[in-house]
């Protein structure tokens, strides 16, 4: 979309689900990206696609397994990204529903920091499946998070009335839609 439109200018932030649903239906935010399943009157949301966590450690951890539980990555210290991200606080949340908390070792401002930290043996972490491509798979294990959370269905959601979107913010809006059709 950048490449076909050089003059626009995107400003990319970060949130939790229902503040990204809340910025939508204000205005603040042409459209989102959530993980977030409920609905809102003034929304419309779209399928966009499965997110999937999955668990990395050093080779040496948990050598005959290939699925391990939330519980389970409780018990050893993690690397996590900081505390703002929604990555981290979805896990604090799961965390919290289980009475427990998270061993945070070192945050770190990256996905790929956080595999170099696990690589070099800091911790665990629990990133999305897609970080993991090009290659980044190597001196690390991966493991399957046995829970039903670890695959989020990722929604677009846009101003039911679109023509309270600006021209680029629909068309964007038609560009993630057919690439990625749910």
Same mark, same amino acid.
């Given at each position: 979309?950048?490449?076909?439109?050089?003059?626009?200018?995107?400003?990319?932030?970060?949130?939790g689900?229902?503040?990204?649903?809340t910025?939508?239906a204000?205005?603040?935010?042409?459209?989102?990206?959530?993980?977030?399943?409920?609905?809102?009157?003034?929304?419309?949301?779209?399928?966009?696609?499965?997110?999937t966590?999955v668990?990395?450690?050093?080779?040496?951890?948990?050598?005959?397994?290939?699925?391990?539980?939330?519980?389970?990555?409780?018990?050893?210290?993690?690397?996590?990204?900081?505390?703002?991200?929604?990555?981290?606080?979805? %896990?604090? !949340?799961?965390? =919290?529903?289980?009475?427990?908390t #998270?061993? *945070?070792?070192?945050?770190? +401002? @990256?996905?790929? $920091?956080?595999?170099?930290?696990?690589?070099?043996?800091?911790?665990?972490?629990?990133?999305?499946?897609?970080?993991?491509?090009?290659?980044?798979?190597?001196?690390?294990?991966v493991?399957? %998070?046995? !829970?039903?959370? =670890?695959?989020?269905?990722?929604? #677009?959601? *846009?101003?039911?009335?679109? +023509? @309270?979107?600006? $021209?680029?913010?629909?068309?964007?809006?038609?560009?993630?839609?057919?690439?990625?059709?749910?």
């Open positions: 979309f950048l490449l076909t439109h050089p003059a626009v200018r995107v400003d990319l932030q970060e949130r689900g229902q503040e990204i649903v910025a939508v204000e205005g603040r935010a042409d459209l989102g990206i959530t993980a977030w399943q409920g609905g809102h009157p003034a929304l419309e949301f779209h399928p966009y696609r499965k997110d966590v668990v990395v450690g050093g080779r040496q951890l948990w050598p005959r397994r290939r699925k391990v539980s939330f519980s389970q990555c409780l018990e050893h210290p993690m690397v996590a990204m900081p505390g703002a991200t929604a990555i981290h606080r979805y %896990l604090l !949340e799961r965390a =919290a529903a289980l009475g427990r #998270l061993d *945070v070792r070192i945050q770190v +401002s @990256s996905f790929e $920091a956080a595999l170099d930290l696990v690589r070099a043996g800091a911790g665990i972490a629990i990133v999305p499946q897609s970080v993991l491509q090009h290659g980044k798979r190597r001196g690390i294990r493991l399957t %998070l046995d !829970e039903a959370w =670890a695959v989020r269905e990722l929604r #677009l959601c *846009v101003p039911r009335e679109h +023509s @309270s979107m600006t $021209a680029h913010a629909r068309e964007l809006m038609e560009l993630l839609r057919a690439r990625h059709p749910g």
